[in-house]
C-alpha cells in the first residue's frame, strides 16, 4: 500500500492492527481528489498482485475505507519513547464512517462533509447510502458509497 499512498501525496500516520491510517493536510487531500484516488491505487496494486496473493495465502484481501474532513491536533508526547499523536473528533468520526462499510455492503464511505467540500470529478460517483448518529452528537452525518464511474465517454 505504500506506493499508492504515497503517489496519492498521503502520510501514513499510525497502523492499527490490520488497518492503515492515512492523513492529508487538506489542500493536498482535494488536490486531484488524492484522498479519493488513494482508495483506488490501492485496489489496483492489490488486483495487479491477486494471482500472488492467492497462490501464497489462499486469498486475495480486500481493502475497505472511511474518509472524512476535520480538524486535528498534533502533538509529541512521550519522554523516553516519544511519539507523534492526533487527535480530534475527525478520527473518531472517520472509525466509524469505515466501520458502517460492512453495514451498507460497500468498500468506501465517504462523509457528507467531505463531499461538499471536494466535488467528485467525472471519474467517480458518490451514491448515498444512509447516516450514521455518533455518541455525543446532535446531527446524524450523511454517507455516500464512492465508486468507479462507468460512464462511458464518447471520443469526438
Known amino acids: 500500500m505504500t506506493k499508492p499512498i504515497v503517489d496519492s501525496r498521503g502520510d501514513i500516520y499510525q497502523y492499527v492492527g ?3 491510517i492515512v492523513s492529508w493536510p487538506s489542500q ?3 488536490q486531484e481528489g488524492n484522498c479519493i484516488e ?5 485496489g489496483r ?3 495487479a498482485r491477486s494471482a500472488v ?3 501464497r495465502f489462499g486469498l486475495v484481501p480486500g481493502v475497505k475505507a472511511g474518509i472524512h474532513v476535520g480538524e486535528a491536533t498534533v502533538g509529541e508526547i512521550g519522554v523516553v519513547k ?3 499523536v492526533f487527535s480530534g473528533d475527525v478520527l473518531n468520526t472517520t472509525s466509524r464512517i469505515q466501520q458502517e462499510c460492512n453495514r451498507y455492503d460497500v468498500n468506501l464511505l465517504a462523509s457528507s462533509e ?4 471536494m466535488p467528485l470529478g467525472p471519474a467517480y460517483v458518490s ?3 444512509g447516516e450514521i448518529l455518533l455518541r455525543g452528537k446532535a446531527e446524524a452525518l450523511s454517507l455516500s458509497a464512492i465508486q468507479a464511474s462507468t460512464a462511458v465517454h464518447a471520443v469526438a
Do not use: H, Q, S, T
Open 18 to 20: 490490520d488497518e492503515v
Open 114 to 117: 467531505l463531499l461538499r467540500r
Open 82 to 84: 516519544k511519539d507523534i
Open 53 to 55: 496473493y492467492r497462490e
Open 28 to 30: 493536498r487531500a482535494f
Open 45 to 47: 496494486a492489490i488486483a
Open 127 to 129: 451514491v448515498p447510502v
Open 38 to 42: 488513494c482508495f483506488f491505487r490501492i
